[in-house]
């Protein structure tokens, strides 16, 4: 049977050059296959189909493969369903009119026959013009690792161009040669070396799931292979997790920096800090919702749109909060830590009751979809622009405070506020202007974890207490020391949590910075003056 799969499976690519007039296989004889219900008899059939060289065999294979098609086993007939949920005669390629047939039951699978599956759909896209579709295919023969397709993958290889794809087709041949019946010992052992190459976990499980009767040389080969993978994942392991880390810590960041600025210059406990946060995903849901209304052209400029807007509102509401609570509460720390919570509550029963309490869908445009790899790790384009978004606002910020008339009022009034109002500083004006500033910094944190995270009424809480966290520990009102510290708190979360999991983690975290600041009540950076409030 392996035989003859082999050379049905040889024939497609000599099939695609001869023209359509020169079938391996009718097609309609390989459907029957489907009808007996036998796994054998189905194994045959897929071969038997993916060899046909009709163009319905992707579609019919494909419909296999998603638990879609359907057979009569009284008539030897054999149907699937479109994403419609129209039934399509797999014979004839066209939709059954009138009563659907009676008795119809599904084709049975087996992993046996999802490999076969994966195989056969590799080998008919392996030749395809698209190379995105050509690497795929070479991925899905990867894992299926059936011999059948050795052929079709020399014949593509001899035809390939794309160096990447032509990598990939090496090492699914290695990959399909290491596990052939009828491969020679110096051939299994050149596919370990293309397999070592490769690295990755799913090679070391390939490489760890030879037969016991392997031979030795090639038994050998594989071991060695695998503990060398090993310890090139752990080093992977380790750069994975220090990107994780990086991300959190951005995050951290756009959260807290708001707060660093609210907390050093005014010495507020805002605990409505999160719900700022949160005003500014709901800003990016309503405007995306806009979009998608009035001009879906616009999708992928929904977050430019949004970043303006959710600082404009975050910031009004700021300003209002400040104005109409905080103002009346200075040089009363409790009463204003009190004051920000009954705050915070009330604005997330507000969100409920104008939205609801259920999560709101805001999408990724497409520039912020995916993923690329770089080695062993994989990073997502919605994490990485996070990551130079923050960095920009940061950036921003340093520039708004170093250069403007503001920056200057502010950092006058963080280090001596008596002296800066002596000096003709409006402080309630400053006190109002930063509060503004750092309510619309977390507005615009709402836009960047809008893509990450679930947009609920919930959002900021989630973020409150390690913002707090990541401004003690680098120090009250030092921007560099929220920089420093966001970023040392999320890399060393990510590299406790496979040890410890993510609860033991943040609590670890949590007695580290207490510990640290008994040290150093400052934090990391401490704000130096003649009174910094002293």
């Keep these: 049977?392996?035989?003859?799969?082999?050379?049905?499976?040889?024939?497609?690519?000599?099939?695609?050059?001869?023209?359509?007039?020169?079938?391996?296989?009718?097609?309609?004889?390989?459907?029957?296959?489907?009808?007996?219900?036998?796994?054998?008899d189905t194994d045959a059939g897929i071969s038997e189909v993916?060899?046909?060289?009709?163009?319905?065999?992707?579609?019919?294979?494909?419909?296999?493969?998603?638990?879609?098609?359907?057979?009569?086993?009284?008539?030897?007939?054999?149907?699937?369903?479109?994403?419609?949920?129209?039934?399509?005669?797999?014979?004839?390629?066209?939709?059954?009119?009138?009563?659907?047939?009676?008795?119809?039951?599904?084709?049975?699978?087996?992993?046996?026959?999802?490999?076969?599956?994966?195989?056969?759909?590799?080998g008919l896209t392996l030749l395809a013009p698209d190379p995105a579709r050509r690497y795929d295919a070479a991925q899905a023969v990867f894992k299926s690792r059936e011999a059948t397709a050795l052929p079709l993958l020399d014949a593509a290889l001899a035809k390939e161009t794309d160096q990447r794809v032509k990598k990939a087709l090496t090492e699914a041949r290695a990959a399909v040669v290491l596990y052939a019946d009828d491969a020679s010992e110096a051939d299994k052992v050149?596919?370990?070396?293309?397999?070592?190459?490769?690295?990755?976990?799913?090679?070391?499980?390939?490489?760890?799931?030879?037969?016991?009767?392997?031979?030795?040389?090639?038994?050998?080969?594989?071991?060695?292979?695998?503990?060398?993978?090993?310890?090139?994942?752990?080093?992977?392991?380790a750069v994975q997790n220090a990107w994780y880390g990086i991300s959190l810590g951005s995050v951290l960041l756009l959260a807290a920096i708001g707060l660093a600025i609210t907390f050093g210059v005014m010495g507020v406990i805002n605990m409505a800090h999160g719900e700022m946060v949160m005003l500014g995903a709901y800003v990016t849901f309503a405007v995306q919702e806009l979009i998608r209304q009035y001009n879906p052209g616009l999708f992928d400029y929904s977050l430019l749109i949004a970043v303006p807007l959710?600082?404009?509102?975050?910031?009004?509401?700021?300003?209002?909060?400040?104005?109409?609570?905080?103002?009346?509460?200075?040089?009363?720390?409790?009463?204003?830590?009190?004051?920000?919570?009954?705050?915070?509550?009330v604005m997330q029963q507000a969100v409920r009751t104008a939205f609801g309490p259920t999560n709101k869908e805001v999408?990724?445009?497409?520039?912020?979809?995916?993923?690329?790899?770089?080695g062993q790790i994989t990073i997502t384009y919605n994490r990485l622009w996070i990551v130079c978004f923050t960095l920009a606002v940061f950036v921003a910020l340093l520039g708004l405070l170093r250069f403007t008339r503001l920056g200057l009022e502010m950092r006058a009034v963080t280090q001596n506020r008596a002296m800066a109002a002596s000096m003709g500083i409006r402080t309630s004006r400053v006190d109002a202007l930063t509060f503004g500033l750092g309510s619309g910094i977390a507005g615009i944190a709402g836009v960047a974890l809008s893509q990450i995270d679930n947009v609920s009424p919930n959002l900021g809480q989630g973020y409150i207490i390690d913002s707090f966290m990541v401004v003690v520990f680098g120090g009250v009102g030092n921007l560099w020391g929220t920089l420093v510290g966001a970023f040392t708190l999320g890399i060393a979360n990510k590299f406790l949590e496979p040890y410890a999991g993510a609860v033991l983690a943040k609590i670890a975290i949590l007695v580290l910075i207490i510990l640290f600041i008994q040290k150093r009540p400052r934090g990391l950076f401490a704000l130096k003056g003649r009174a910094v409030e002293a």
């Design 1 to 40: 049977m392996c035989l003859l799969r082999a050379c049905l499976v040889a024939m497609i690519f000599g099939l695609a050059l001869a023209g359509p007039a020169a079938h391996a296989a009718d097609l309609t004889e390989a459907l029957a296959r489907f009808t007996t219900d036998d796994f054998s």
């Design 190 to 237: 050149a596919a370990i070396a293309v397999l070592r190459a490769r690295g990755g976990q799913e090679t070391v499980a390939a490489l760890s799931g030879l037969p016991v009767d392997a031979p030795a040389a090639v038994s050998g080969a594989a071991r060695e292979a695998v503990t060398a993978m090993q310890s090139q994942l752990a080093a992977w392991t």
């Design 310 to 345: 959710a600082f404009l509102v975050a910031g009004l509401v700021g300003i209002l909060v400040e104005q109409g609570i905080i103002r009346f509460l200075y040089g009363r720390p409790l009463e204003t830590l009190l004051a920000t919570w009954g705050l915070s509550l």
């Design 363 to 374: 999408g990724n445009p497409s520039w912020m979809s995916g993923a690329f790899e770089i």
């Design 50 to 122: 993916a060899a046909s060289g009709d163009p319905r065999s992707a579609t019919i294979i494909e419909a296999l493969q998603a638990g879609r098609l359907l057979f009569n086993a009284e008539q030897k007939k054999v149907f699937y369903t479109d994403a419609s949920g129209k039934l399509i005669d797999a014979a004839i390629g066209q939709a059954v009119t009138g009563d659907r047939p009676a008795d119809l039951e599904k084709v049975r699978l087996n992993n046996r026959l999802r490999r076969a599956i994966d195989a056969a759909l590799g």
